[in-house]
Every structure is written in structure tokens, then in C-alpha cells.
């Protein structure tokens, strides 16, 4: 693969360094106050001002994730009411069911607000709609049949509801309250609810917040660990920000501000002992032991966003995702791995099926927004297809499976990007559509496909004219601009908003690529001492030859057992200006 060859890329620095002496003078660099103020070491505040980060406070949400960086919950609009009615529901003896969404954001936020309300002795229950038979948020006949079957008092949305106004008003005909806790696009009208718990309203600190983030601050509030947990409260809180940092990953939520925060903390919890559901769920995803044997090693975002998020996911794409809740909240041993048996046998299956779609799709026609339909598509895997082609497109794209004439879409945009404004621009020919920036969904008649194809072509073509420029953002060339292990760990986490380190890697091959395992190869390159490791690369790789001068995108793996590594994202060509 030659660097300009027909599959490569150009890329660009993440962000343009002001013109000046090379090599500069230490201190004289624009990164030199991240290392006075922030205590980095220079590759490490190089690496945060190409993410934006000018000032070393904007770092202390990772450098230093006291709780009291932290917003007081009673900030959130509505949490003052939900708390009241929920004590209420405690008080009086009444029963309570959460109510929650099917993806990993969901699920967590359900487990995290059970396990809040057994402690404080609620009679509480939980309930995940099946993503094939019920579809996203709240229905009227799920809810009929909750009443039917439990008869609750009042029902706690999670990562759902805000836009449920007729389902929370037929719900009051038939005896039941509701708290709604959402964090998705706000509609015209509040639904008629007890409390609307949800951080776009007024001018609250983190719009940012996933639904399982409003789901922790609210819990956060009925457990008067307010303004911030003292005492024995941190421990508590910490083991329910474990949930809270796979829910806002897994969701593709910001991770900056007290974003950072929470999920930081959360990735340090899970680093100790864990309970039989978490730990039989990091044995799936091969997250390492580490030297105590309650505990693991280092836990990283990426770890979550590629080894437990889709394990989780897998239940609810697959089916319904009680048992990930289940797993979540379990106890017992046997029963957790039991459970995690069932998840990794459904992840294998989704994984199948996902390969089998990526193949059989339609390649890209390089438009401004990628939209491909597929009538017989799986529809629990689309989003992740779509997640893929826009990673390889470097463009918004949808995935649509087709039921009964209704094409039912997942969305998955780059940073740049803004669904939630493409999704308005179609509104006129949606059934349904909501989401946030870089993750959504939609559904609309088969006939307005064209209509709906053009909205977003003309959108996206927009959005694109006001990137700053083309090409892939990297963080520069060869591995000596990563910092150690250490200092990486340092920054978590990285995810949306606060990329993955991405370099450059380019030079002679030292000999033919070895290929390995379904599809994956090893390249050697003169000079650098650990191997290019491409997974699912063995075809475009098989042209390669001994001497051949290839470059190479590269993500960055560390592991305690096997050192540093270097993934393969994909072949890039000439640098072009930022």
C-alpha cells in the first residue's frame, strides 16, 4: 500500500500550531502553560492543547476529580420535585417501577436508580421495553400492562420521556405518577409528570449529562449526599459512578467538564473490587487482573467503549435487556455468570450478523451524508454498521432496516457534526427522530425516502463547509509524540469530545504483513520497534510486500502484560493544512 495509494486519506494536526522558531525553546511552546499550571510533562499538555485545552483548570476535571468540582444535584431543574414524590412513594409504602431504555445508557441508569432505591427501602421493580416489539421510550401498552401486572404507584422514567406527553396523560387516568428523567431533545410541551428531571432545561452547568448522569444526580439528591458525599457516602457514590462512566461512554456523550469528572472517578472505582456482575462482565471483555485480586488494572474509557459496552448492548439488540440489568444488579456469583455467559453467547451472535450487513451494504457513494437502506437488516445491529461506515467515510451516515413500510434508521455522525440539526431539517417527513449530536435515530414512510435523503444531503453539505478542515485530525507523526503509559492514564478519559491519541506511523516494510486470526495482520516497519497491528486489515494488506513504504493511522494500546502496541485505523496519505 503505497501513501498515496486509491485507499488512503490525507490527514492534518488536530489543531494548527502557531508559525514560530522549530525547535522551540521549552517554555516558549503554546502548550508551555498546561505544563507550568498543570503539572504535565510536555508531550502530555501538547497532547491536551490539540484538544482544545488552553488553561489547566479545563484539565483539573482529570488531573484532580475532587467532589467538590462537582454541581450540587438541586441544581438540576426538577430534581427538587422528583425527590419529594419519590420519598413520598418510600413514606406511604407504594410501589415504585423504573422504567428504562434498552441501550447501555439505559441499562445502567436502571440498575444505578434500583439499587439507589433498595437501599433507601423503596418497593421497587424495574422495566425495559423490547427494542423490536415495543420500540424507544414510553408506550401506552407496556404501561397498561405494568398497571395489569404491578399496579404501581408511580413510575421513574430513565434516559427516556421527555417528549412522552399523551403516555404520561393516559398513565394518570389510570391511577399512576410519573417522575421523568431524560436527557434526549426536549419537545414543545413537558409531559404532565410529577417532575421533569433534565439538564437542557434553564441554564444548567452540564447539558452534557447522559441519562444514566441525570439518573446519578437525582440519586445523588435522595441520598442527601448533597452539595457533595462525605463520609461514607463516597464509597457508595463511587460504586454507582462505575455505571454512570460505562452509561456516558457507551452513549457517546462529551467527556469534558464534569463529565470528565464522574466518568474519571467511575474508571478509578472499577479499578477496585467489584461486584459479581461488573466482575464477571470486565472477565468477558479480557480487562485484565491486576496485582489485587479483588480488583483489575488499569480501566480505561477505550476498554468500555470497545470490551463492555457492546457486551451490554448485545442484550437489548439481540432482545429484550432485562438480563443486563439483572447482571448488573446481581448478588450472586453463579448468577452472574450465568448471566455474563448469556451476554458474550448474544454478543458472538451480533457480531455474526453484523459482519454478515457490513459486507452485504452498498459501499459508500462519498456523498455528504451516507444514508443506505436495507429492507432485510438486522435491526439491532444497524447502529453499529453505521458507526463503522462513518468511521471509514469520515461523513454522517445512516443505517436503515425496513418494517412493514416503515424504514426504522440509526444514525451515527463525526465530531463536527450535529444529527439533532440534520434530524430538524427532516422533520417534515419523520414518523419519529430524536437523539444527540453524534448518535441518533429516525423513521419515516419507505415513499419519502428521497425527500428525507435530500434533507440531509443539502444539511450535511452545510455542516461541512463550516469544518475547520479536511482530513484526518492526528496528533502527529511516529511514537515519539505519545507520552508513557503513565501520563496517558493521567488525561482519562478519552471518548467523544476528548479523542483517543491518533498518530501518524509511516516507513519500509521489514517484511510481507503476517497475517493472523479472521482477517487481522501484523506490519513491521524499519525503525520502530512494536509491530502495526490491523484487525480485520488482512485483505487490503495482502498487496503488501517486503520494502514497501506504506503510512499508517494508529490508535494507541497499552496494556500491563504486553506493553504498548499500535492499532491500525487505517492508511492515510499526504499531510494537508490545518
Avoid at 482544545?52 to 483539573?60: F, K, S
Avoid at 401498552?141 to 396523560?169: F, H, T, Y
Avoid at 452540564?206 to 461514607?232: C, M
Avoid at 516494510?509 to 482477517?519: E, H, K
Wanted: hydrophobic share 45%.
Amino acid at each position: 500500500m503505497e501513501p498515496n495509494g486509491v485507499n488512503a486519506k490525507p490527514w492534518r494536526l488536530r489543531r494548527a500550531i502557531p508559525p514560530g522558531p522549530e525547535p522551540r525553546m521549552p517554555g516558549l511552546e503554546p502548550w508551555s502553560r498546561l505544563i507550568r499550571n498543570g503539572g504535565l510533562d510536555s508531550k502530555s499538555a501538547r497532547l491536551a492543547w490539540l484538544r482544545g485545552i488552553n488553561d489547566a483548570d479545563d484539565l483539573a476535571w482529570r488531573l484532580d476529580s475532587a467532589w467538590s468540582r462537582s454541581t450540587d444535584p438541586y441544581l438540576l431543574p426538577g430534581v427538587g420535585e422528583a425527590v419529594l414524590r419519590i420519598r413520598e412513594a418510600i413514606e406511604k409504602g407504594q410501589s415504585i417501577c423504573v422504567y428504562g431504555d434498552y441501550d447501555v445508557d439505559g441499562v445502567t441508569a436502571t440498575a444505578l436508580l434500583v439499587r439507589v432505591l433498595d437501599k433507601l427501602g423503596a418497593k421497587a421493580s424495574f422495566f425495559i421495553p423490547n427494542r423490536f416489539s415495543d420500540g424507544y421510550g414510553l408506550h401506552l401498552d407496556c404501561i397498561q400492562d405494568l398497571k395489569a401486572a404491578r399496579n404501581p404507584d408511580l413510575l421513574i422514567s430513565v434516559d427516556c420521556g421527555v417528549r412522552s406527553v399523551e403516555e404520561v396523560r393516559a398513565s394518570l387516568e389510570l391511577g399512576m405518577d410519573w417522575v421523568i428523567t431524560d436527557h434526549h431533545a426536549l419537545g414543545t410541551e413537558f409531559p404532565p409528570a410529577k417532575a421533569v428531571v433534565h439538564p437542557h432545561i434553564g441554564d444548567y452547568a452540564n447539558r452534557g449529562l447522559a441519562g444514566v448522569g441525570v439518573a446519578f444526580k437525582l440519586a445523588q439528591a435522595l441520598l442527601d449526599a448533597v452539595p457533595t458525599p462525605k463520609g461514607e457516602d463516597i464509597a457508595f457514590l463511587d460504586g454507582l459512578l462505575k455505571l454512570v462512566a460505562i452509561g456516558t461512554i457507551a452513549d457517546m456523550m462529551p467527556l469534558h467538564g464534569e463529565n470528565a469528572l464522574l466518568v474519571r472517578r467511575g474508571l478509578d472505582a472499577l479499578r477496585g473490587a467489584n461486584g459479581p456482575g461488573l466482575t464477571a462482565l470486565l472477565k468477558a471483555a479480557r480487562i485484565e487482573s491486576g496485582g489485587n485480586a479483588a480488583g483489575v488494572g488499569l480501566v480505561r474509557a477505550q476498554d468500555i467503549a470497545f470490551g463492555v459496552a457492546p457486551r451490554l448492548n448485545a442484550v437489548g439488540r439481540m432482545g429484550g435487556a432485562e438480563d443486563a440489568v439483572r447482571l448488573l444488579l446481581t448478588r450472586d456469583s453463579a448468577e452472574a455468570e450465568r448471566l455474563a455467559a448469556r451476554v458474550e453467547s448474544l454478543n458472538l451472535e451480533r457480531r455474526a450478523i453484523q459482519r454478515h450487513l457490513a459486507m452485504n451494504l452498498s459501499a459508500p457513494m462519498g456523498e455528504d451524508f451516507d444514508l443506505v437502506v436495507e429492507p432485510t437488516a438486522h435491526k439491532g445491529v444497524i447502529g453499529i454498521v453505521a458507526g463503522q461506515r462513518m468511521r471509514e467515510s469520515g461523513r454522517p451516515t445512516g443505517v436503515c432496516t425496513v418494517l412493514e413500510g416503515v424504514a426504522q434508521c440509526s444514525l451515527r455522525a463525526p465530531e463536527g457534526f450535529d444529527l439533532g440539526e440534520l434530524l430538524q431539517l427532516t422533520q417534515p417527513f419523520l414518523i419519529s427522530g430524536g437523539g444527540h449530536r453524534a448518535a441518533a435515530g429516525m423513521s419515516f414512510d419507505l415513499a419519502k425516502l428521497p425527500f428525507v435523503r435530500q434533507s440531509l444531503l443539502r444539511g450535511a453539505n452545510l455542516q461541512a463547509r463550516n469544518l475547520r478542515a479536511p482530513g484526518i485530525p492526528v496528533d502527529g507523526v511516529g511514537p515519539g509524540v505519545v507520552p508513557s503509559s503513565q501520563e496517558l492514564d493521567r488525561l482519562e478519559p478519552f471518548g467523544q469530545g476528548f479523542p483517543p491519541v491518533l498518530v501518524v506511523m509511516e516507513g519500509a516494510l521489514q517484511a510481507a504483513p503476517q497475517l493472523f486470526g479472521t482477517g487481522h495482520a501484523k506490519l513491521r516497519l524499519a525503525g520502530l520497534t512494536e509491530p502495526l497491528t490491523w484487525f480485520s486489515g488482512a485483505e487490503p494488506s495482502q498487496g503488501m510486500l517486503k520494502g514497501d513504504s506504506i503510512r499508517m493511522a494508529c490508535t494507541v494500546q497499552d496494556q500491563a502484560r504486553w506493553g504498548r502496541s499500535f492499532l491500525v485505523d487505517g492508511p492515510v496519505g499526504e499531510e494537508v493544512s490545518a
